[in-house]
């Protein structure tokens, strides 16, 4: 487990003391293939190698900083969810998390679904070829531009998350002469991060309609009574980097709850539910988490039972893992510009990206591995904090880490399980240019999203 707390929300960020560190690995060559892509290697001269080809020639063909990702490795992992749910459950890949035309296209080929939340990843997918059934598309406030755009297209489902959406969507669908297929996004008052979960009665965030005060159910009393809407299911999703399965338990109790009084009420069983994503992945080697077939047998098993127990016939399960298939297929390579030790504190070793292609630890004090990859060390083991190059002491890429007392300019190290939620939420902070992704497979190797230039960052700027 993560000794910094949640990954995803600065609410739990006080379990561990600031400066919380273990003790540095026995060997610092080593690489942890929990928190490395499957292909990932160290040569006979020590270089690291991730489906075939090493970071040096990569560093000397794309540059650095650049995220390098292993797309067998990801399609490994998108194949091993959709196996491990079988043909009576949908796996939608979390958009959010990372998204390209190319992994659009791993996914389709693959038999993924996929999760949009925003006008612009619904424009990814669609143009490169996902067929618009297999999209839903979430957010809670689309515009009425999105809307009109995925219902238009045909997209297999829209989860409505307000009161207002609901009549919203039900009216553009009466307009453009369709019923649209959704979901209504509930909130079971369960928050479930890392390792803890909390069921409360209330969950005081942004996000779905409550259970609590009878709002869910009132909810969907009026989609099914609008023309434009096509009530399918129920969705629910409470939180990230989970690793504990107690927290679906409950959540998969509550919506069961609710299609048991939508059946007395209304005498319709809804036939899908939807228990969103959220699953934990390692960053550093404390981290367990657990493989999909047991994360799939699982939530099965809970939504069964349940539905026994309240004598349903078993809905169809759709989830929506991001970080669990993206986050460690790609590492990301950086140059290592200075080497700054400070007496009796740690040495500080800055990188040429930094708070800009990877905002997470600033953001939720998240913990991240890093390893020296242009060369295998026998130095001493230091204590470092890897920084970036922003003007901003808040620029922390890895809080504590061990590196070789020998690392110097020019060394190239690589900081893994970086897949998720670096890339889709870097910025251009002190103007620095965003990093290309660079997939690996079999020897070749191809960008799929180039490095930002200095004329993109001109373009916007129109003077
Ligand atoms: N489904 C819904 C409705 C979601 O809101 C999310 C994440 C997911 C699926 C995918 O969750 P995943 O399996 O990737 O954990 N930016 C943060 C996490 C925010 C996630 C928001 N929703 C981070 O960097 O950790």
């Given amino acids: 487990m993560s000794r910094s707390a949640h990954p995803a929300g600065p609410r739990h960020a006080d379990v561990l003391p600031e400066g919380h560190y273990s003790a540095p690995p026995a060997d610092l060559n080593s690489l942890d293939p929990k928190?490395?892509?499957e292909t990932v290697t160290r040569d006979a001269d020590g270089v690291l190698t991730v489906g075939g080809i090493d970071v040096k020639r990569l560093a000397e063909e794309?540059?650095?900083?650049?995220y390098v990702l292993d797309e067998d490795d990801f399609r490994s992992r998108a194949r091993a969810w959709r196996t491990a749910f079988g043909d009576n459950a949908d796996v939608f890949y979390a958009g959010k998390a990372f998204l390209s035309r190319a992994v659009v296209r791993w996914l389709n080929e693959e038999g993924l679904n996929l999760d949009v939340c925003s006008g612009g990843e619904l424009a990814t997918a669609l143009s490169a070829g996902m067929p618009a059934e297999r999209i839903a598309f979430h957010g809670n406030n689309k515009s009425v531009a999105e809307i009109r755009r995925a219902v238009e297209a045909g997209v297999g489902r829209i989860v409505l998350d307000s009161f207002q959406e609901i009549v919203r969507v039900a009216h553009i669908a009466?307009?453009?002469?369709?019923?649209q297929r959704v979901q209504i996004r509930i909130t079971v008052g369960v928050e479930a991060h890392t390792h803890e979960f909390i069921a409360t009665a209330h969950e005081d965030q942004k996000f779905g309609i409550p259970l609590a005060g009878g709002q869910a159910a009132?909810?969907?009393r009026r989609a099914l009574q609008l023309d434009g809407l096509e009530v399918i299911g129920i969705h629910s999703h409470i939180g990230s980097q989970i690793f504990d399965m107690s927290g679906f338990e409950v959540a998969a109790h509550r919506v069961v709850g609710l299609l048991k009084d939508i059946r007395d009420e209304h005498g319709v069983e809804l036939p899908e539910i939807d228990l969103g994503g959220g699953l934990g992945i390692a960053y550093t080697s404390d981290d367990d988490p657990r493989e999909p077939h047991e994360i799939a047998k699982a939530l099965t098993e809970i939504v069964t039972r349940e539905c026994e127990v309240a004598k349903l016939r078993t809905p169809r399960i759709s989830v929506e893992p991001g970080r669990a298939i993206v986050g460690p297929t790609a590492f990301t390579l950086y140059e290592v510009g200075t080497v700054k030790p400070l007496d009796g504190l740690r040495t500080y070793v800055s990188v040429d990206g930094g708070m800009s292609d990877?905002?997470?630890?600033a953001l939720y004090d998240a913990e991240y591995s890093v390893s020296l990859v242009s060369r295998s060390s026998d130095a001493e083991p230091m204590l470092t904090r890897v920084v970036g190059k922003h003007c901003e002491s808040g620029d922390i890429v890895v809080k504590d880490a061990f590196l070789p007392g020998d690392?110097?300019?020019g060394d190239l190290i690589a900081v893994p399980a970086t897949g998720a939620y670096c890339r889709s939420m870097a910025s251009?902070?002190?103007?620095?240019?965003r990093p290309p992704v660079v997939a690996v497979k079999d020897g070749q190797a191809r960008v799929i999203v180039r490095r930002e230039t200095e004329e993109d960052l001109l373009r916007l700027d129109v003077g």
């Fill in 35 to 37: 928190v490395w892509s």
């Fill in 62 to 66: 794309y540059g650095t900083p650049a």
């Fill in 174 to 179: 009466r307009e453009l002469g369709t019923r």
């Fill in 218 to 220: 009132e909810a969907v």
């Fill in 358 to 361: 990877n905002i997470r630890t």
């Fill in 407 to 409: 690392l110097a300019p």
């Fill in 428 to 433: 251009n902070y002190n103007h620095v240019l």
